[in-house]
């Protein structure tokens, strides 16, 4: 008689605080290898567990992301109150490539978190507000490092934003005036949405 393999469920044993053997879990899977992973690091208790996958062989693209995140389904034991969620930016992207994606997201029970023009967007309404106001990635990036004095998005100092977070959610939200759209259309972000169940 064939052994059955059984699906693993991808809770990380060794975090602090010790997860729940019933933690809920939010798999964040991103474009972005460092930044992301580092900020969501500040979140997490025993009954809720954040985990981040990161782009591998440094391909970023929306569609390559949706993949791995259909890949750690098919592979982890889920249960129905886990969430994944696929978080990108605009920048790259047109709005052709993000509409596919999105509908293949939509497809498999995925949830989006789009920041228009990048994360850094998320970062900076910790601190500050934002308007609606166009602005390229670069610019963003250079408008936070400002805003904090220096800037580094691979060695990201998640003090600088954990007593901020509530800040951050109610920019956010203000920001966001059409709440049916799947990701900002203009300068905006949809972490508010993840962080909010998160924190």
């Known amino acids: 008689m064939a052994l059955t393999s059984r699906k693993k469920r991808p ?29 969501f690091s500040m979140f997490g208790n025993k009954r809720c567990q954040v985990r ?7 391909k970023s693209a929306p569609a390559y992301i949706l993949q791995q995140l259909k890949e750690f389904k098919k592979e982890f ?7 994944l969620w696929l978080m990108v930016d605009v920048d790259r992207w047109g709005n052709k490539h993000l509409a596919s994606v999105s509908a293949q997201a939509e497809h498999n029970k995925f949830q ?11 970062l900076y309404l910790h601190h500050d507000d934002l308007d609606h106001q166009s602005i390229e990635a670069g610019e963003m990036k250079q408008k936070l490092r400002g805003l904090l004095g220096g800037y580094n998005s691979s060695k990201l100092e998640p003090a600088n934003f954990a007593e901020h977070i509530d800040d951050a959610i109610a920019r956010a ?6 709440q049916d ?3 900002p259309s203009r300068t905006g972000t949809h972490v508010y ?3 909010e169940k998160v924190k």
């Open 11 to 39: 809770i990380d044993r060794q975090s602090k605080p010790a997860p729940h053997r019933d933690a809920r879990l939010f798999i964040i899977a991103t474009e972005g290898r460092k930044t992301e992973k580092q900020y």
């Open 52 to 58: 981040v996958i990161t782009n591998k062989d440094n």
């Open 77 to 83: 034991q889920l249960k129905a109150d886990d969430e």
């Open 112 to 122: 989006l978190a789009v920041s228009n023009p990048c994360f850094e967007v998320w």
């Open 173 to 178: 939200k203000a920001l966001d005036s059409n």
């Open 181 to 183: 759209e799947r990701w």
């Open 193 to 195: 949405k993840v962080a």
